[in-house]
């Protein structure tokens, strides 16, 4: 069965930073593009960073230079370092399988604010 679990978020200022990290199991980690979502009140669930099988990575526009993505097949997690937060990125962080999507996990709140 299919799972996620993140965690990491939390309350931070502006420009500050925080490393959030998704443990999986079932997901096909090391076989399967995965991805960092995030959904703010009132708007619909965006990609924000996915990393392929090779670690190829890409990101949103509004995202890049200050987020990281990265995996470890060892410990079946997927983190996502975010630096330089903006008040903008407050959100519900959760990742996922990017071809194939699993269930969704609980997610883990960020917000940024002074």
């Known amino acids: 069965q299919v799972q996620f679990v993140e965690s990491g978020g939390g309350l931070v200022q502006p420009g500050g930073s925080l490393r959030l990290s998704c443990v999986t199991s079932?997901?096909?980690?090391?076989?399967?593009?995965m991805g960092w979502y995030r959904q703010a009140p009132g708007k619909q669930r965006e990609l924000v960073a996915s990393?392929?099988?090779?670690?190829?990575?890409n990101y949103a526009d509004s995202v890049k230079g200050r987020f990281t993505i990265s995996r470890s097949t060892a410990k079946n997690t997927l983190y996502l370092q975010m630096n330089s937060l903006k008040p903008e990125d407050t959100a519900v962080y959760y990742c996922?399988?990017?071809?194939?999507?699993?269930?969704w996990g609980r997610g883990t709140q960020v917000t940024v604010s002074s």
């Open positions: 079932g997901s096909r980690l090391g076989s399967d593009t």
């Open positions: 990393v392929t099988v090779s670690s190829r990575t």
């Open positions: 996922n399988n990017f071809n194939l999507p699993g269930p």
